[in-house]
């Protein structure tokens, strides 16, 4: 148990239905030839270092009456399915198509009862990437 530093709950505290204090990163990588970039081989690199990454496997738990900041515990129905996603670009699989999926991703509040975090895998740009 690990309890959250002053910003990080005030993170928690600043957000709102309307107002989600997640982040958003994205990258767009063009594969090698013969390099396997599946949903399946990204958990399955996933799988043999999570425990070298204590805060994926962590979520939120409130302090009973708000007396002090929330904690991080050790999430024991921790499952790497429900946090590495997969998702279609439409047709015609531009840079427009691109945002607007990822701006549906990120109009969602992340769940607090599982560790604060999802990779999402974007399929269908028209260029292969």
Same mark, same amino acid.
């Given at each position: 148990?690990?309890?959250?530093?002053? /910003?990080?709950?005030?993170?928690?505290?600043?957000?709102?239905?309307?107002?989600?204090?997640?982040? *958003?990163? #994205?990258?767009?990588?063009?594969?090698?030839? =013969?390099?396997?970039?599946? /949903?399946?081989?990204?958990?399955?690199?996933?799988?043999?270092?999570?425990?070298?990454? $204590?805060?994926?496997?962590?979520?939120?738990?409130? #302090?009973?009456? =708000?007396?002090?900041?929330? #904690?991080? /515990?050790?999430?024991?129905?921790?499952?790497?399915?429900?946090?590495?996603?997969?998702?279609? *670009? $439409?047709?015609?699989? =531009?840079?427009?198509?691109?945002?607007? #999926? *990822?701006?549906?991703?990120?109009?969602?509040?992340? @769940?607090?009862?599982?560790?604060?975090?999802?990779?999402?895998?974007?399929?269908?740009?028209? @260029?292969?990437?």
């Amino acid at each position: 148990m690990k309890r959250l530093s002053g /910003i990080d709950a005030s993170f928690l505290y600043m957000e709102g239905p309307t107002l989600h204090m997640h982040t *958003i990163k #994205v990258a767009v990588v063009r594969p090698a030839p =013969g390099v396997d970039y599946s /949903i399946e081989r990204v958990k399955a690199d996933l799988r043999e270092r999570l425990h070298l990454l $204590p805060p994926f496997r962590r979520r939120i738990v409130d #302090v009973p009456f =708000g007396f002090h900041h929330p #904690v991080w /515990i050790e999430d024991a129905t921790f499952d790497l399915d429900r946090h590495v996603r997969q998702a279609t *670009i $439409p047709a015609p699989g =531009g840079t427009p198509e691109m945002d607007a #999926v *990822i701006s549906g991703i990120a109009s969602v509040p992340l @769940d607090r009862r599982y560790p604060l975090w999802e990779l999402w895998i974007l399929e269908g740009l028209a @260029d292969g990437r």
